[in-house]
């Protein structure tokens, strides 16, 4: 099993829809937990944490389930600029209790007009 | 303030050759961190320095990579000698915290 598993997609929505995103981690130590964002050919970016209790910025939501060792992340109102691939990293989601910061693949959105 | 930097922002090279990556941290923080990305892969952790330590090395593939960290400030990759399996995009990013600050990456190409 991967340490961090991610649907690659490409998720392909409408402006306007809203898309949900999860991932799935393998080592129940871990940590802490983010989304990044990395548009073609650029480096990832952060945006945002996931807390415990969940949290929510804008139009983006993220929750996590550590019972079931799954993160997610929601879009509301998708924008044309949100097109991008989607990276879950995993403090601890390394082998060994490493607490490496751990990729996903990615998850590959398009906003479409 | 001044992002995390990474020279050169491409290389080719052919096999055999040697190449040194380069990687200046965001002023302040401790933690610089090396990322390889091979195409159609996940990003995958090389090796993480906390200053000039190295602290966890277990990502770096072979004896063929050799990460340097000068007074705790900016840092070298270098691949010697470097073979086809190698091409991919470097990322550095470093950090204070738990959040990570990327580079625009290195993109090597071996021929």
């Known amino acids: 099993r991967k340490e961090v598993e991610q649907d690659p997609g490409p998720f392909n929505v409408p402006e306007g829809a809203t898309v949900a995103f999860n991932c799935t981690y393998s080592?129940?130590?871990?940590?802490?937990f983010f989304w990044y964002r990395q548009d073609c050919r650029k480096e990832p970016k952060l945006l945002m944490s996931v807390y415990s209790s969940g949290n929510e910025d804008g139009r983006f939501t993220a929750q996590l389930n550590r019972a079931s060792q799954y993160i997610s992340l929601l879009i509301r109102d998708s924008k044309l600029s949100d097109s991008a691939t989607y990276l879950c990293v995993v403090n601890g989601g390394g082998s060994g209790g490493s607490y490496i910061p751990t990729f996903g693949r990615g998850t590959s959105l398009i906003v479409h007009p | 303030e001044a992002g995390v930097t990474q020279f050169p922002s491409h290389s080719v090279i052919e096999k055999g050759q040697t190449v040194t990556l380069r990687c200046d941290p965001i002023?302040?923080?401790?933690?610089l961190y090396w990322y390889r990305r091979v195409m159609g892969k996940e990003i995958k952790f090389l090796l993480h320095f906390v200053k000039e330590s190295k602290q966890d090395e277990s990502g770096m593939p072979n004896n063929r990579f050799l990460a340097e960290r000068t007074g705790g400030t900016y840092s070298t990759l270098k691949v010697q000698p470097a073979e086809l399996e190698d091409s991919g995009v470097y990322f550095c990013?470093?950090?204070?915290?738990?959040?990570?600050?990327f580079g625009p990456g290195t993109r090597l190409t071996v021929l």
């Open positions: 080592n129940s130590a871990s940590q802490s």
């Open positions: 990013a470093s950090s204070w915290g738990l959040a990570l600050f």
């Open positions: 002023s302040g923080h401790d933690n």
